[in-house]
């Protein structure tokens, strides 16, 4: 274990580790991973869940160390320099690795007492500094927030108000190979190839018996005659996500009555939500539609998946003509997360809310996430056209928010959420490393991903704002997450008075 003195200087943990915590005394402790037998014993919150460690095993990601921090910030002077953010907001410490070599990739997960999780990728000058230990080669450095108490003391005069407290952070150390013998090279087209391989196109029945299961209910000639006979029901998932996982949440009962409302013309679209733009889904959709078929529609989606309903309503001349969209906390007006600034902060919260509330098919869309960091990770940012899209200020919703009003209207429920769960008020209120986060959403009310009025206000669409008596807004009081909102009984209530 070292010793930490609050000095600029780096501490070796051992061959290719250094660590530097100008401002903040504490110890760093170098060690390998924990044993699986051991974390199944006794799991504990920097652990995270079974599905992550199964995510991260399907993305081949592996754990190689672990350094256990423990900071306590020194009494300085107001106005001493210590070692802070970009956005000069944060006090951050300095982490450096070995370098795995040209065919291997390195990230550092963080993880907080609270199971908070947040991605680090590797600074871009990766040899800027030495390590202490003579010999250890070249290495990676990492500037990760530092760890911050839950309660901090009463600040003295010219100080700072957290003398005496003490934060804990486990910094997780991941190693992945640079070349998927399947889906190749990590590049521009890594996201691409990896959703063809592993979250491929598709248009499914979705009936009450097969709507959770994988892979089930591949459409037919016949069913595209069927649906044709009356209007159908079709469901648009969010990003990351896939039909069958992000709507598990909609209790069985309301499903089976929404399915009988529509005579069983139940249908859902599976699409690429990482490496294609929502325009992009519907040309591969309607590509599907069997020549001379017209069919009439009503849709609920979520997240991304109501740019690509609107893509699909707002298209003029398209042989699915859609009625009524339901729109469940979807980005109409964009998400500053999926700014390339901040898109790696949408990956710290998701992948956060899923390891704390885990629901329905985690590992899979843990395994999206994990292949976004990879992406980012590598400097690929082209390659997410499909994130890029929610971007406020991207060309996409710069060019997309100029459609009409369609067929009855959109509906829509959005989601203000003020944390009560320890974690995840830790996530928002700043005592982890993302305290910027609000910053990033203007103090304005969202869900952790999609701002509130962004569903529902104007946006410079003909469409929008979608009037009051269309909406449902879910209250801060109620706990609910971008994540969880299906589980939210009102929404089950308002899907069914607007829908049939």
């Known amino acids: 274990m070292a010793k930490l003195t609050g000095g600029p200087q780096g501490v070796s943990l ?36 079974s599905a992550f460690d199964e995510a991260l095993a399907a993305t081949d990601v592996r754990e190689v160390q672990r350094v256990e921090l423990t900071l306590k910030p020194m009494p300085t002077v107001a106005g001493t320099r210590s070692l802070r953010s970009a956005d000069d907001r944060q006090e951050e410490v300095e982490l450096e690795v070995p370098d795995q070599g040209d065919d291997t990739g390195v990230v550092v997960m963080a993880v907080d007492e609270a199971g908070v999780i947040t991605w680090h990728l590797p600074e871009p000058d990766t040899a800027a500094s030495q390590p202490v230990t003579r010999g ?9 927030p530092a760890p911050q108490p839950a309660a901090p003391a009463p600040a003295a005069a010219g100080t700072r108000g957290l003398i005496g407290v003490i934060g804990r952070k486990i910094l997780k150390v991941l190693v992945y190979p640079l070349l998927d013998p399947v889906i190749g090279a990590i590049s521009k087209h890594f996201a691409e190839k990896w959703e063809t391989a592993k979250r491929p196109y598709g248009v499914r029945t979705f009936s009450p018996a097969e709507r959770k299961t994988p892979g089930a209910g591949a459409i037919t000639a016949a069913d595209w005659d069927r649906l044709a006979a ?31 409302r529509y005579g069983k013309r139940v249908i859902a679209f599976d699409h690429f939500t990482l490496s294609k733009s929502p325009r992009e889904n519907i040309d591969w959709l309607l590509s599907q539609v069997p020549a001379g078929r017209e069919l009439e529609v009503d849709i609920v989606c979520h997240s991304r998946g109501g740019l690509v309903a609107r893509a699909l309503a707002e298209r003029a001349g398209s042989p699915i003509k859609v009625r009524r969209v339901v729109f469940v906390a979807v980005p109409n007006g964009g998400t ?16 956060t809310a899923l390891n704390l509330f885990p629901t329905g098919f985690v590992t899979e869309t843990l395994e999206a996430l994990i292949t976004g960091v990879k992406v980012l990770s590598h400097g690929a940012l082209g390659g997410l056209p499909g994130l890029a899209a929610m971007n406020p200020g991207g060309d996409f919703l710069k060019d997309f928010n100029s459609g009409m009003p369609v067929g009855d209207g959109y509906y829509g429920v959005a989601v203000d959420f003020e944390p009560t769960d320890q974690g995840l008020r830790a996530l928002i209120t700043g005592k982890v490393a993302d305290a910027v986060l609000d910053r990033v959403f203007e103090d304005a009310a969202n869900d952790l991903v999609v701002p509130e009025l962004g569903v529902y206000s104007k946006n410079g669409s003909g469409a929008f704002p979608i009037p009051e008596a269309r909406l449902l807004r879910v209250p801060s009081g109620a706990g ?21």
């Open 136 to 144: 250890a080669g070249p290495t990676k450095r990492f500037r990760i």
């Open 336 to 351: 500053l997360l999926a700014h390339p600034d901040h898109m790696s902060k949408m990956l710290d919260r998701l992948t």
């Open 480 to 500: 609910i997450i971008h994540t969880t909102v299906f589980g939210h009984p009102p929404v089950s209530e308002r899907l069914l008075e607007w829908l049939g």
């Open 14 to 49: 051992g061959p290719g580790y250094t660590i530097r915590t100008p401002g903040f005394t504490g110890t760093a402790e170098l060690s390998k991973p924990r044993p699986a037998a051991e974390i199944r014993r006794s799991r504990v919150p920097q652990d995270g869940t």
């Open 230 to 260: 009356g209007r159908a029901l079709l469901f648009i998932h969010g990003t990351f996500s896939t039909a069958h996982s992000g709507f598990q949440q909609i209790p069985d009962d309301v499903f089976a009555k929404l399915h009988d």
